[in-house]
């Protein structure tokens, strides 16, 4: 029976759907300075001074992040550089992977922790790292550990962190400028709008109006370009899956690591809400105290083995095993 989807085909989709939400975004924060700009200064373009300065703070701290960010995650995951003569499979299933990525060969980390999880991170190919645990390599095969060492190249050959960085930009500059115009507001009373009700001239109706969607746009854009945000980063987490058929030829491989880590009971400690994302799986684990934030960084493993089955026509997961998955 012919596969009912191809990974180019899921590729294709998922990279549609992350340009569009970045697109979403960029609205959302054009939006967001149009009425901004109009209810302050009633000129549509009175906005951009505060537009502009938003987007150059946000910059400023994601170049930070983008050149630093790695030695700061492979530090606070505690990784240690991986040892030829202990660490032999793992090094030849990456050299195996980098070849059919056509990647450089990238600097691989041992966490030493019992859970099993795994990440990459480096602002490209020719400065990236790949993580794994100890208790990942303990208990994957060869061909599981193919699937996740794919998967994580998929994020380097992607582009995923300097994505993420991008859309990273437009999601802080919508929070920089909705803190800013909120500071503003309050402090200053609305600007001209303000002076000219002071006036006695009773102001323009439309400027009134803009003023009170720009508080009201102020207050729930950022929780919806944080949304987008997370969207964003569950679309890249389909797409890596997808590139690890496409590297490997075998969907098995990473559907069956996939299964281990999502019915691991293991906790990582070293994980936090700050790093969460840029594992193969979600870390915290629902059981958790820290597991308490409804802003999901992964899509759920139940959809993500379903998509992979439909690549060999395979049957989707049954009522008991999404049960098992859902309670991890």
């Known amino acids: 029976m012919a596969a009912s989807t191809t990974f180019y085909e899921q590729q294709s989709a998922n990279r549609r759907k992350s340009i569009l939400l970045l697109f979403s975004a960029g609205v959302l924060l054009g939006v967001l300075g149009f009425a901004i700009g109009f209810g302050t200064t009633g000129d549509p373009f009175g906005g951009l001074g505060f537009t502009a300065i938003a987007v150059v703070l946000a910059i400023l701290l994601a170049v930070g992040s983008y050149y630093g960010g790695d030695r700061a995650v492979l530090a606070a995951s505690k990784a240690q550089p991986a040892d030829e003569a202990t660490h032999t499979q793992l090094l030849n299933v990456v050299r195996e992977m980098t070849l059919a990525a056509n990647l450089p060969m990238p600097k691989v980390y041992i966490i030493p922790d019992t859970a099993l999880n795994a990440f990459a991170t480096g602002r490209d190919p020719e400065h990236a790292s790949i993580a794994v645990t100890q ?20 994020h380097v050959r992607n582009f995923d962190i300097r994505f993420m960085l991008l859309i990273g930009v437009v999601v802080g500059g919508v929070a920089l400028l909705a803190d800013m115009f909120l500071r503003y507001s309050i402090f200053f009373g609305g600007g001209r709008r303000g002076r000219s009700d002071r006036g006695g001239g009773g102001g323009n109706p439309l400027q009134l109006v803009m003023f009170v969607l720009a508080i009201v746009l102020a207050i729930l854009a950022p929780l919806a370009a944080r949304l987008v945000q997370l969207s964003v980063s569950r679309q890249r987490e389909y797409l890596a899956d997808a590139t690890a058929v496409e590297l490997t030829r075998n969907p098995r491989g990473i559907e069956g690591a996939l299964w281990k880590l999502g019915t ?27 597991a308490t934030s409804v802003w999901a960084t992964h899509p759920a493993l139940v959809d993500r083995i379903d ?22």
């Open 135 to 154: 208790g990942l390599l303990d208990r994957l095969n060869r061909e599981e550990l193919q699937g996740v060492i794919a998967h994580e190249l998929g």
């Open 264 to 290: 691991d009971q293991e906790v990582l400690e070293v994980a936090n809400r700050s790093t969460q994302h840029l594992y193969i799986v979600n870390p915290i684990r629902k059981f958790e105290k820290r």
């Open 307 to 328: 998509r992979l089955r439909e690549l060999y026509s395979g049957p989707p997961l049954t009522a008991e095993e999404r049960e098992l998955l859902s309670a991890h």
